[in-house]
């Protein structure tokens, strides 16, 4: 089994570092993972060894690596690896990011085509330092992404733009199957937890997507001091806003000088909110402790998939 990366306060005094807030909360049992195995995820494994490619999945130390390759699903980072935010929830390094490589769009569909994904996810960090955003490296990728691989059904996880909305028009113009960005904690904690974001620009991001004919998703991460009542009320938030699909998964603090983990949400919980996002009319929601952004991503391209297959759970049950 593997453990999921948390840094408990013994840790932390171990190697030094220092412990802002950490509330010393046990690791629950339903926080471990089976090793990744199966034919489909050691193809994907020798293809990424042998050419060298890099995948967020990795990067990433994402829980389901193993089942997300075995479905033939993997995640890529463009746009380097240095953020110009300071998110108090991420790992990426926080600086003044390295120049624009152009060449990246066209190796980013080359590794796809090589590793035969299924089905691509596509992030980046943010970079708020060049006019556009970033956006011209976004729109030339998923150009050359679908160029090279017609058969491969793509989703994008995009930053806010700073509001600055013709960079976000240029992601409309040539969206993906899915164009996500999310929201990533309640109302109340957005400051603390998003401290250059705003709550209400990202309902804003994913309003403006809808308005322009794409299939929209966001994500929400638990275990960060919200109440169920806000997380209740981002749900209805993003529902009104336009967005289909919706991940909510466990907060796990990637290092002590991150944000702590304030409780790991029970799956029960996890659970009731799945039922409440269907109730709200959501397209699709993924709840889980495990759950990721990409988190069987897949299957959030089918408009009507989910709210079907809860649809048929609750006749099965009644």
Request: glycine fraction near 8%; aromatic fraction near 6%; charged fraction near 25%.
């Amino acid at each position: 089994m593997i453990e999921l990366p948390v840094i408990s306060a013994n840790q932390a005094a171990s190697n030094n570092e220092p412990t802002p807030g950490t509330t010393g909360v046990k690791k629950p049992n339903w926080l471990r993972v089976k090793l990744p195995t199966g034919e489909g995820y050691r193809h994907v494994r020798g293809l990424v060894d042998t050419h060298k490619l890099h995948t967020i999945c990795e990067s990433g130390n994402c829980p389901n690596m193993g089942e997300c390759w075995g479905a033939g699903t993997a995640t890529f980072m463009i746009l380097g690896n240095i953020c110009t935010r300071s998110c108090g929830f991420c790992a990426v390094a926080t600086g003044r990011p390295e120049a624009v490589d152009w060449d990246e769009p066209q190796r980013v569909a080359e590794a796809i085509h090589l590793m035969k994904v299924k089905h691509a996810v596509i992030t980046s960090v943010d970079r708020d330092e060049l006019k556009d955003g970033g956006s011209i490296i976004w729109a030339n990728t998923i150009k050359a992404v679908k160029a090279l691989n017609p058969d491969t059904t793509l989703e994008t996880l995009i930053p806010d733009f700073r509001g600055q909305w013709e960079n976000l028009e240029r992601i409309i113009e040539v969206a993906a199957e899915v164009v996500s960005h999310n929201l990533e904690t309640v109302e109340r904690l957005t400051r603390k937890v998003r401290i250059q974001a705003k709550y209400h620009r990202s309902l804003e991001v994913i309003r403006r997507l809808k308005e322009g004919g794409v299939r929209t998703k966001s994500g929400i991460m638990l275990g960060l001091g919200e109440e169920k009542e806000e997380v209740l009320q981002s749900l209805q938030d993003l529902k009104d806003n336009g967005c289909d699909v919706v991940t909510l998964g466990q907060y796990l603090q990637p290092t002590s000088k991150h944000l702590p983990v304030v409780r790991f949400v029970h799956p029960d919980e996890f659970a009731f909110y799945r039922e409440e996002g269907y109730k709200m009319g959501l397209d699709y929601v993924e709840s889980g402790p495990l759950v990721r952004s990409s988190y069987h991503s897949e299957k959030h391209v089918i408009p009507g998939y989910g709210i079907q297959k809860w649809q048929e759970e609750k006749m099965i049950s009644a």
